[in-house]
Nanobody, 127 residues
Framework: QVRVVESGGGSVEAGGSLRLSCSVS???????????MGWFRQSPGKEREAVGV????????KYADSLKGRFTISQDKPERSMYLQMDGLKPEDTAVYYC?????????????????WGQGTQVNVSS
C-alpha cells in the first residue's frame, strides 16, 4: 500500500517562511521507477490548486505562474522525498497543503491526475 505523508505545516506571520516535507512509501505495483510528485493547496471556499510538480527522473519542476519566485520545490534521494520551501508568505497562502504522487516515465503537468494523496498539512499565515 502506498502512503503519502506531509509534514511541516504551522502558523507564521506574513513575510515569514515555512518548509513542508513529503515522503512516499510503499509499493505502487508499477514497473515505472520514477514518480511525478506534486504540491497542491486548498483554501476555505476555494477549489484545490496546483502549486508545482516535479518529475523525479530529472528533477524538473513546473510551478504555478502565480507562485513563481516565492515557492521552491526540491527533491531528495531516494526519489521519494520532496520539499516545498515557502518564502515571503502572505495571508492568502493560508490553506491545507497536499502532497500527491503517481508513477511516471515522463514529466507531468500541473493538471495531471495523481494516484496517491496525503492527508494534508495546515498552513496559516497571519497579517
Amino acid at each position: 500500500q502506498v502512503r503519502v505523508v506531509e509534514s511541516g505545516g504551522g502558523s507564521v506571520e506574513a513575510g515569514g517562511s515555512l518548509r513542508l516535507s513529503c515522503s512516499v512509501s510503499g509499493d505502487t505495483g508499477d514497473d515505472r521507477v520514477h514518480l511525478c510528485m506534486g504540491w497542491f493547496r486548498q483554501s476555505p471556499g476555494k477549489e484545490r490548486e496546483a502549486v508545482g510538480v516535479v518529475f523525479t527522473g530529472d528533477g524538473v519542476v513546473k510551478y504555478a505562474d502565480s507562485l513563481k519566485g516565492r515557492f521552491t520545490i526540491s527533491q531528495d534521494k531516494p526519489e521519494r522525498s520532496m520539499y516545498l520551501q515557502m518564502d515571503g508568505l502572505k495571508p492568502e497562502d493560508t490553506a491545507v497543503y497536499y502532497c500527491a504522487a503517481r508513477p511516471a516515465i515522463f514529466r507531468c503537468r500541473l493538471d495531471s491526475d495523481f494516484d496517491y494523496w496525503g492527508q494534508g498539512t495546515q498552513v496559516n499565515v497571519s497579517s
